[in-house]
Each structure stands twice: as structure tokens, then as C-alpha cells.
């Protein structure tokens, strides 16, 4: 395991650093995500990447008749069934060949914390996780990278401590003025004709 002072990566950088086509993806999921720096998303591109060589290793095993593989999927498919990157009623293992990096950040608390409407951006609710504003089944959660399981989803609260918890707080009232005013989506219909044409 080694000593704890000298911890392993648990992330793999791309190998090749300067490509502008993945540079500029990785900026725009940076930017849609409210990512800190390139390394939380390699982060979860690591996470997906063991995620779908297990599944790969499964799937020949699966071929060749293993009746522990067969558990072992069971047991994959499972786990991302509860953490809530699979969601349908029943997987296989094509689905976790099929995930992408994006389906990983969606389950990351500060795009939970974004979706569900408890702060106004994704770096606004970064840094409101980071200063202890959010509790997840009462217990202050302070990372923003923490993967939410969909079972914990629905007990995101702030916490009862936070200034912002207050219903009339100026950041609360703010946030709800802003989800009251959504723009009005042009609508693609043809205008009805005149009665006079």
C-alpha cells in the first residue's frame, strides 16, 4: 500500500498533452461542469475507464462460460445501478461499455446540488459545499467530487447550521427570483393567417 505521506494517483493523465481537439472539450466540460482544474475530470475518466475494463474482462469471461463472472456482473452492474450511472431497469453489460465521462460528472454532488436547484451555478454550489453549507442525511458533506448514490440524492438538505439555510437569506431569495424568470423558448410554429387573406 505504501507509506500514507506518499499516496498514489488515483488519475491518469491523457498521453498526449497537447491536442487541441480533447483540449477543447475538456474546457467545455470544465466550463458545464464547474470542475476546479483538468485533474477532477481525468478523475472521472479514470473512474469510468476501470469501470469499462471490468466490464470488457467480464464480457470475455462472460463468453467463455465462468459462472463467477456471471456473479461478478451481477455484482458491476449493481454497484452502478446504486450509484445511479445506470438507470435502467435492467442493465447489461453493453450499457457500461456504452457510458460516457459525462454520465460520471452527473453524479458528482455539485451537479446534483446545481440540478436540484439549491444554488444558482455550478461554482456557486462548489463553493457553497466547500464552506459546509449542504448536508447529505445529516452529516455535512464538504467535497464536491463526492459520487452521490441515487438513494442519498433525495436527502440533500442544507445544513441546519449554514446561513443559508434561512428562507430569507439574500442568496436564497435571489436563487428563487432566478428560477421563477426563465426565458420563453421561441416556438417553431408558422403564424395563423389573417382572416382578411
Do not use: C
Not at 17 to 24: K, L, S, T
Not at 37 to 45: F, G, I, T
Not at 97 to 119: D, H, M, N, Q, S
Amino acid at each position: 500500500m505504501g507509506d500514507p505521506k506518499f499516496l498514489r494517483r488515483t488519475y491518469d493523465t491523457p498521453k498526449h498533452p497537447w491536442e487541441a481537439g480533447r483540449m477543447a472539450e475538456e474546457r467545455k466540460l470544465l466550463a458545464k461542469y464547474g470542475l476546479k482544474n483538468k485533474r477532477e475530470l481525468w478523475k472521472a475518466q479514470s473512474i469510468l475507464r476501470r469501470f469499462r475494463g471490468q466490464a470488457r474482462e467480464l464480457q470475455a469471461r462472460l463468453r467463455a462460460g465462468e459462472s463467477q463472472a456471471q456473479r461478478e456482473t451481477a455484482l458491476l452492474l449493481a454497484r452502478l445501478t446504486r450509484l445511479g450511472v445506470l438507470s435502467e431497469a435492467n442493465p447489461t453489460i453493453d450499457d457500461v461499455l456504452a457510458l460516457t465521462t459525462e454520465e460520471v460528472l452527473k453524479r458528482r454532488f455539485e451537479w446534483i446540488v446545481l440540478t436540484r436547484g439549491l444554488a444558482p451555478t455550478a461554482f456557486a454550489a462548489r463553493q457553497w459545499i466547500v464552506h459546509g453549507h449542504f448536508s447529505i442525511n445529516d452529516h455535512r458533506v464538504t467535497r464536491p467530487g463526492y459520487l452521490v448514490p441515487s438513494s442519498e440524492e433525495n436527502q440533500i438538505t442544507y445544513t441546519p447550521t449554514s446561513p443559508i439555510s434561512s428562507d430569507d437569506h439574500a442568496a436564497r431569495v435571489a436563487l428563487r427570483d432566478r428560477l421563477k424568470v426563465r426565458p420563453v423558448e421561441p416556438t417553431t410554429e408558422a403564424p395563423a393567417p389573417e382572416a382578411g387573406a
